[in-house]
């Protein structure tokens, strides 16, 4: 089944207390489409880059055979950049700098053979935009976006305009808290559900994540691990993970939705434990389906 990602295409300058990486490729469609693109094939990205972007970057998702026909080059134009220094608490971090180049303009237009995509996620983009997206979009089996307090605070009514057409959010627990103004997240999902999604997914980092349908409320996890070293990109790797899966199993049913959150932990788990995209850019999907009975087997408690 085909998957659309729609967001933002960057470079990231990376620094924790175990290492640095500078020009690093990053950016919310990057991170979804490669975990995605390990469950389903097409993948298709709609960004945008100036003509720094590295071409070794654009030829990586050309190998891992990610369709890149909507990844539009500015010529004379920036690449997004974005630089962050992370705590010991890998929780918090200091963004450095944000230079958005071509990215503050960004318009996205969907080529006509992206229209008829089946499973479609929205990064953490304007509201207006992934509206505009919806719009261009051919009756889709779901969508999925993700959004953040800038937009929360300030685009209220366009938040909640988005939430009306989308099947899925998913955010982290103190967006949810802001977005429900109440602090607790089962609660919170729940008000949230009467907001228009058919579920919510809340994620905590390394304390997992919640998800809250009308008939179920499941919690995952996070998979346990020795070896962090960078959390960039984590929340976007678990919602290409949790749309790869459904969109290779062509299964929306609450039981499946569990089991994509599992492998959505999963990937996301794999994305921490290298720099950037290193986590993720070479799984074998034998790989995938290890880590993911390892996960099962964490959680299960024999009768």
Known sequence: MSILVVGSVALDN???PFGKKDNAVGGSAVYIALAANYFT???RV???VGDDFPQEYIDLLDVKMIDIEGLRVIEGGKTFRWGGRYHYDLNMRDTLFTELGVFENFDPVIPDSYKRSMYVCLGNIDPVLQKKVLLQIDKPRL????TMNYWIEGKPDDVAEILKLVDGLLINDSEARMLASNPNLIIAANAILEMGPRFVIIKKGEHGALLATKETIFFAPAYP?????DPTGAGDTFAGGFIGWLARTDDVSDENLKRAVIYASTLASFCVEEFGIDG?????????????REFKNLSHVSS
């Open 143 to 146: 969508v999925i976006c993700d």
């Open 46 to 48: 709609v960004g945008v």
């Open 41 to 43: 094939k097409p993948v």
């Open 225 to 229: 691990l020795e070896n962090i070293q």
């Open 280 to 292: 993720i850019r070479d799984l074998s999907y034998l790989s995938i389906q290890d880590r993911f």
């Open 14 to 16: 990376i620094e924790t």
